[in-house]
């Protein structure tokens, strides 16, 4: 049976036009060819690779053992590792971010409007984005991993997995709910402010840069609600029961997230946003359903 049903026009001497039908199949590979499409773009922007490294570098090897000067006497632990995973989400998010922010570049150039009158739903397009930013969001993170020894965290196989499937998790999210806002947005430059405004806050808050132990109770609570929090705080448990160091020093540094005195064990974090995601990317289909 043909997937394609024609269309005969009334016009003598003209051949019939074939209009493929919607399908699975088709909306699979629409997924693929949109995810293929973000990698091939993202590989041949090697400047863009090069300008999401440099700020985690900054933050681990300038801010990092500047910082190191003040503990030198009294600390066992480096402060690069404790600010490494911190870094690592760092460059996850603004590639994930980026990555999103692709639709609003399709947009103002006009190939959303080609894709947007494919035969393929529309659902397919934005699933395609979620999982062309996953990976390439993932991949800066593999880069970064490449320079983990020289922030003092071990080339542990086990602990790289960890950190990559984590990182992955928080790709995921990250870019769904990029797609949530470039849906609506118009303009690249406008994009790009709204996500900066929104996701900066969120960085410095989640205990990027500081342990999430004896903090003062606004800060404590500002923590607990938000949901990067329980992105980066499984790569630094990850990273510190790693690390020969007394107990009591890995609580300091790494105390982990606690609701009323209860510790949130690593998986439920990871489940927050993983549902986080999903939930994201649900709302950005549901709103890209109404794009004209």
Same mark, same amino acid.
């Given at each position: 049976m043909s997937s394609a049903s024609p269309v005969i026009n009334p016009a003598l001497g003209i051949a019939p036009i074939t209009v493929p039908t919607k399908s699975m199949g088709g909306s699979l590979r629409a997924v693929?060819?949109?995810?293929?499409?973000?990698?091939?773009?993202?590989?041949?922007?090697r400047i863009r690779i090069v300008t999401t490294?440099?700020?985690? #570098? #900054?933050?681990?090897?300038? &801010?990092?053992t500047g910082l190191s000067v003040l503990t030198r006497n009294n600390s066992i632990v480096n402060l690069r590792t404790f600010i490494y995973p911190g870094a690592l989400a760092m460059s996850v998010?603004? &590639?994930a971010m980026f990555s999103a922010g692709s639709i609003v570049w399709d947009r103002e150039f006009g190939f959303?409007?080609?894709?947007?009158?494919a035969p393929v739903?529309? &659902?397919a397009i934005v699933i395609g984005k979620g999982l062309g930013g996953t990976v390439v969001a993932t991949f800066q993170a593999v880069i970064v991993l490449c320079v983990a020894g020289l922030a003092g965290v071990p080339y542990s196989p086990t602990l790289l997995i960890e950190i990559l499937f984590e990182a992955a998790l928080l790709?995921?999210? #990250?870019t769904a709910f990029g797609i949530v806002a470039a849906v609506r947005v118009t303009t690249f430059q406008g994009f790009m402010g709204m996500t900066q405004m929104l996701i900066m806050p969120l960085f410095f808050t989640s205990g990027a840069m500081f342990p999430l132990s004896? #903090?003062? &109770?606004?800060?404590?609570?500002?923590?607990r609600i938000n949901p990067l929090t329980y992105a980066i705080d499984p790569i630094r448990r990850a990273v510190f029961a790693h690390l020969l160091i007394p107990a009591s020093v890995r609580e300091?540094?790494?105390?982990?997230?606690?609701w009323d005195g209860w510790r949130v064990p690593t998986i439920v974090e990871l489940v927050i946003i993983a549902a986080m995601g999903v939930v994201l990317l649900g709302i950005g289909i549901l709103q890209f359903q109404k794009v004209e």
């Open positions: 693929k060819i949109v995810m293929q499409r973000e990698l091939i773009r993202f590989r041949e922007d490294l440099l700020q985690p #570098l #900054l933050y681990i090897f300038v &801010t990092g998010m603004f &590639t959303m409007r080609e894709m947007l009158v739903s529309r &659902t790709a995921f999210a #990250l004896k #903090l003062p &109770t606004w800060l404590a609570i500002i923590t300091i540094y790494a105390p982990g997230v606690t």
